[in-house]
């Protein structure tokens, strides 16, 4: 059997104790958490919609956090928290109900806040997520958004 020698070679790396990563940070089984939010009304900045409950213990992983418009013409700029701080896993989402669908979600990344470099562990005061607005234009009622948030049990 023929063995590409590049690719083992570029396969291979120095597993000593010095740059093993802790499995425990980069691995498990993330469970999503799904909450679709059709507004009764026309939106406005300052709404608050409560998303889900998430378990006690549950850690929610900024990176996995997917806002999907599945129906609706407006816009709006949100922060994503909980009772406690309401931008504790993002903030500046902006989302285009018009041009943003399910082959073009926007997902959160660079609105991840520097206080997550540590997992927070979510309590019974903080495991209700919640999506604030901050910018909202031409939401109207009807309009439907779907919000998919990844999170781990420690």
């Known amino acids: 059997m023929k063995v590409n020698s590049d690719l083992i070679t570029s396969l291979t790396n120095d597993f000593s104790a010095a740059t093993k990563m802790d499995p425990r940070r980069v691995s498990g089984c993330i469970q999503y958490a799904r909450a679709v939010i059709t507004l009764a009304a026309a939106g406005a900045a300052a709404d608050v919609w409560d998303l889900f409950k998430l378990p006690v213990g549950a850690q929610v992983l900024a990176d996995h956090i997917t806002i999907i418009p599945l ?64 910018v909202a234009a031409g939401l109207d009622a009807g309009d439907t958004v779907l919000f998919r948030i990844g999170y781990k049990m420690p």
């Open 71 to 134: 129906a609706g013409a407006g816009s709006f700029t949100a922060k994503i928290g909980d009772a406690v701080d309401d931008d504790r896993y993002g903030v500046g989402i902006a989302v285009d109900l018009a041009t943003t669908k399910i082959g073009n979600a926007t997902v959160l990344s660079s609105a991840i806040p520097a206080s997550l470099a540590a997992p927070f562990t979510v309590d019974d005061d903080t495991r209700i997520l919640k999506a604030t607005l901050t």
